[in-house]
DNA sequence: CTTTCTACTTACTTTATGTAAGTAATTATA
DNA sequence: TATAATTACTTACATAAAGTAAGTAGAAAG
């Protein structure tokens, strides 16, 4: 693998996106704030993968983890200000996936 | 792996999306037409890849192949509408970097 | 006649993803 | 009371995808 000549932070909103999932995680968070449970069976993830993807979305600042203490514990994820400035970005994927390809 | 209740195009388009070096490729292809070594060392991937993606890319319409009998032969890649149609995404990408990443 | 270039392919290693089961705390059901 | 279910995970292992390096074939250049 050469050094690449593309835009470095290109590369990067690019590397995140081509992880497999994350970008149908943020999607699904865009409808508001979810369980694990939720977000894991809205998209058909393993929980393997999602806890692991969470937790890197987090890191990037594009996730938030809270817990409620309550009885029994409530543990929601959502997206920060930086997560749903990916809203325009999703919109356009949406807007594409409707006009060139078939169900 | 449960069924997912996301739209399926969007997935669809999102699956494309998130194999590693198509949207790096579809993005230097925006530039206009290129050859195999351009684009490989434009973007750092590799050949065997290159060449994997790039006829995956040809099979779902996105990307022509053409040969120009010259000697020696030269092989252009470029954007057919359903690729080029892809730029306004491309360009979301771009903004959400510029604003949010860190080269 | 050996090296270089282009557009690949083949063989092999490493990393990522998928699958299944397990855990701990709590709650619901028989 | 015992058993099953729920939530938010983790662990262990199998399979698939990606990375690396070398090879190939045809032509041209030194």
């Known amino acids: 693998m050469n050094p690449s ?6 590369e990067k909103a690019m590397g995140l996106l081509s992880q497999r999932w994350t970008g149908l995680i943020i999607y699904q968070l865009l409808n508001g704030s979810q369980r694990f449970c ?5 998209i058909g993830i ?16 594009i996730v938030i983890r ?6 029994p514990v409530r543990i929601e994820y959502s997206l920060t200000e930086k997560g749903r400035s990916l809203q325009p ?6 807007k594409w996936s409707q006009t060139w390809l078939e169900p």
Not at 5 to 10: D, Q
Not at 38 to 42: A, Y
Request: proline residues 5%; charged residues 35%; glycine residues 6%.
């Open 46 to 61: 393993s929980g393997r993968l999602l806890s692991e993807r969470l937790k890197e979305l987090e890191k990037q600042g």
């Open 89 to 94: 970005l999703m919109k356009e994927i949406e």
């Open 66 to 71: 809270e817990v409620f203490p309550e009885i």
């Open 38 to 42: 939720t977000i894991e069976s809205s």
């Open 5 to 10: 000549v593309i835009c470095p932070r290109f």
